[in-house]
């Protein structure tokens, strides 16, 4: 028994980081025996034969083979590039649905869109997924040529997209997005309440550009849809006069402060100043409503105690916890009543509608594959979240770029002096250096300091990806310097000489040795690292890699502020030990070690998250789709059901019954949301017991569900029976059946749990701290 569960372990201990692709290496020949024929034949041949191949199950090998030739052979055609042996290898990969790892500048945008041909062509829809719109656009309009040959639809879609073109953008064989917009859709298609506002069909195979940051980098990353709820304006003559009115005299509370009220003299006082009107006649209904939100604004909500004012905002304070209970806003009115109350203006309330991580996302496609330059070294994580393989391709030309040992300083100022020495003494020779920071804000200190150098650098600053594209194209041009984040200008080629192609300069940036890469500090992983040094020595050019480090980097801060004793610094503060180089790379592998044990967390509490919302969606579906809701309501509202079908035609009155049910649904789901973020934020608080964090996460969560489907129920039949019969219909908005008057969507960018990171990092270095003894 022993010996089996070691042989288990070592089998997966021994897993190689990629898997070989042998079989499909041996259908190159073939493939290779085709091309003469095809390239004979007339555009409509190739056409035809693409049309011949498609099929609603998978290719076999001969097909395989085929349509591999045709994909060379098109693109040769359209886009005066020969699919290379190492490119239809990356096509094989990603139609096996691995994650194929292919360098910089080794065409990985015609790998992608041959797949997604190969794909479509087998009956599956496809997203090709990239990580920003401006990529999205630029990758579906350059391999159109490609598409149209093979006669595969394509579309894309970004921000501008209006509804009717992002349903006809999803309908074709193939649509770029971003990650991004296409969660979007997703959360937009999750809340219509008529089945045809939907744009987006069941999802099928996504090929995802960048597959290391989409699916490791960002997995995490929620998708936020948020509304706005029409809470009704405030009265400000109301809110002038609420200030003014006394307890004991004006209004009177209860003991436990819930509630407050206007006595007899308080309510004609009130009466008087608003012009003598009658509070409680029907026609002043709208006001006592709105004096009423004054008043328990005024009488009940202590400033301080019960909420704060910060930068000009109203901030909820969690009593029971003394902690600003952040995204949480006060019932109808009264957030407004409060602002009023504070001078302060009317906030733009949203409330979290839904939310999706990118890795849920990811996981709702039954295929998947991607491709990116780095992959190995996420190996693990992607079979571990995805059950991804990689698979590694080979460059079409051997790489030649020479990566320098890095640079280490004692203190950052003086590794920013050898920066600006090194960069200055290699822009004498006219060399195109790509400076990697970490951040804006170093560019920018960077750039400075060049200029005072006397030196002319261009600056990307992460504002606008089509800007910065067109900027970082050029970098391969002689006595260029470039100062960028390493997430600036991704999915740009960088060649030498620029863009122009321009065959002299080429030449010369050649002969100097082509791109110079300089690292500010090393990154948050050593998969970053690479990335940055791979823009450099793409496709067979010459090129070389720095990088410059300090024992004071964030980096170093992070993962092991316990710098080694005796390290030996020269004048300029550099220090040449390999322990100082050891230190660093240990550092690095810690906070990797951080991010993945965040990674893994975030996971457990948005699975159950996610699961919960794919069970919702069903039912909600059933709501969407059928006629379920108006049945719910002949059963349990009889007498207003046949009230309202003796006016109103079946249809419509079928559609309300829906809207009151997905009203209530959405709702509790918003309702719900806020209360798991809740939940989780107070965690941290309490995890001091016994009980794991994730357990008592899962405690609070289950049952709370569990109500929602049931009381959505009660509401939608008590909504259905107040609903007001008016001359057009029912007036819904009058039962409280108010959908958010607008939505916006954002991506939630910063970590939101600080403390997770805090405590993966003290967990990790606990952990080898442990191992080191
Ligand atoms: P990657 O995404 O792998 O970094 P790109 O798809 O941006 O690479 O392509 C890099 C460059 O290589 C582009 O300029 C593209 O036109 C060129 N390229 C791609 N495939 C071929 C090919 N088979 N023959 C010639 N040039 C190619
Ligand atoms: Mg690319």
Request: proline share 4%; aromatic share 4%.
């Amino acid at each position: 028994m022993r010996t089996r569960v070691g042989k288990r372990l070592r089998r997966i201990i021994e897993r190689p980081a990629s898997v070989e692709l042998t079989k499909y290496e041996k259908l190159l020949p073939a493939i290779g025996e085709r091309e003469d024929d095809l390239r004979d034949r007339s555009d409509d041949d190739l056409s035809r034969a693409a049309r011949e191949l498609r099929t609603d199950g998978e290719f076999s090998i001969e097909q395989l083979v085929e349509f591999c030739a045709l994909g060379r052979e098109v693109s040769r055609r359209t886009l005066g590039e020969r699919a290379f042996d190492v490119q239809l290898l990356g096509v094989m990969g990603l139609l096996s649905q691995h994650v194929v790892q292919m360098a910089t500048g080794e065409g990985k945008t015609l790998v992608g869109a041959l797949a997604a041909c190969g794909h479509a062509l087998q009956g599956k829809r496809v997203h090709v997924i990239s990580v920003n719109d401006y990529l999205a656009r630029r990758d579906a309009e350059w391999m159109r040529p490609v598409f149209d040959l093979l006669g595969v639809s394509v579309g894309w879609v970004e921000p501008a997209t209006t509804h009717a073109e992002r349903k006809d953008a999803y309908a074709c064989d193939v649509t770029y997005g971003a990650v991004s917009e296409i969660g979007f859709d997703v959360l937009r298609d999750r809340l219509v309440t008529k089945a045809n506002e939907r744009v987006l069909a069941q999802p099928e195979v996504a090929i995802v550009d960048e597959a290391d940051s989409v699916l490791v980098d960002e997995a995490r990353v929620p998708l936020v849809m948020a509304g706005s709820v029409d809470t009704g304006v405030v009265d400000e003559e109301v809110a002038k006069i609420v200030p003014r009115l006394r307890l004991g005299l004006h209004y009177e509370t209860d003991a436990d402060g819930k509630n407050a009220w206007l006595t007899p003299a308080g309510a004609s006082v009130v009466e008087k100043a608003l012009g003598g009107i009658d509070l409680y006649d029907e026609s002043g209904s709208e006001r006592l409503a709105a004096v009423n939100v004054a008043l328990h604004a005024h009488a009940l909500l202590t400033r301080d105690v019960d909420y704060l004012v910060r930068d000009g905002k109203v901030q909820l304070i969690n009593t029971s916890r003394g902690r600003v209970a952040e995204l949480q806003r006060w019932p109808d009115g009264l957030q407004a009543a409060v602002e009023a109350k504070e001078q302060l203006p009317p906030s733009d309330r949203g409330e979290v509608l839904d939310s999706i991580t990118v890795q849920a996302l990811i996981a709702r496609y039954p295929v998947v594959a991607g491709m990116t330059g780095t992959a190995v070294a996420v190996a693990e994580t992607l079979r571990e979240f995805y059950k991804l393989e990689v698979a590694v391709i080979p460059p079409n030309t051997p790489n030649i770029r020479v990566d320098e040992p890095d640079r280490i300083f004692a203190s950052p100022s003086q590794k920013l002096r050898a920066i600006v020495a090194k960069i200055t003494r290699v822009h004498e020779e006219g060399r195109p250096i790509l400076v990697g920071t970490q951040d804006v804000a170093e560019s920018e200190e960077l750039a400075e300091k060049l200029t005072k150098a006397g030196l002319t650098c261009t600056v990307l600053n992460a504002r606008n990806d089509a800007e910065e594209a067109e900027i970082i194209a050029e970098a391969g041009k002689p006595g260029t310097i470039t100062v960028s984040t390493q997430m600036a200008g991704r999915g740009t080629d960088i060649k030498l000489g620029g863009s122009a192609s321009d065959a002299a300069e080429r030449e010369k940036a050649i002969s100097l040795g082509g791109l110079y890469v300089i690292g500010t500090a090393r990154y948050p992983s050593s998969r970053l690292d690479d990335q940055l040094r791979g823009r450099a020595g793409r496709q067979g050019d010459p090129g070389g890699s720095v990088f410059f480090a300090s024992l004071e980097d964030d980096l170093v801060q992070a993962g092991s502020p316990d710098v080694p004793e005796g390290l030996v610094a020269d004048d300029d503060g550099e220090i040449t030990d390999p322990a100082a180089s050891r230190h660093l790379n240990h550092a690095q592998r810690v906070v990797e070690g951080a991010n993945q044990e965040i990674h893994r967390n975030t996971w457990r509490y948005t699975r159950l998250i996610e699961r919960q919302r794919n069970d919702l969606l069903a039912f909600r579906d059933e709501v969407l789709l059928t006629d379920s809701a108006s049945e719910l309501l002949q059963a349990e509202a009889r007498e207003r059901y046949d009230q309202l079908a003796e006016r109103l035609p079946e249809e419509t009155l079928a559609q309300i019954c829906r809207e009151i049910q997905l009203f209530h649904l959405d709702q509790m789901w918003a309702d719900h949301l806020a209360f798991l973020a809740d939940v989780r934020e107070s965690i941290h608080l309490r995890a001091l017991g016994k009980e794991t964090p994730i357990d008592e996460f899962h405690r609070a969560a289950i049952p709370e569900f569990h109500k929602i489907i049931d009381e959505a129920k009660k509401r939608t039949v008590k909504t259905f029976a107040d609903t007001e019969i008016t001359d057009d219909g029912v007036d819904l908005a009058g039962a409280g059946v108010k959908r958010p008057t607008s939505t916006w969507t954002y991506l939630v960018h910063d970590n939101p749990f600080d403390s997770d990171a805090e405590q993966a990092l003290k967990k990790i270095r606990g952990t080898l701290r442990k191992k080191r003894r």
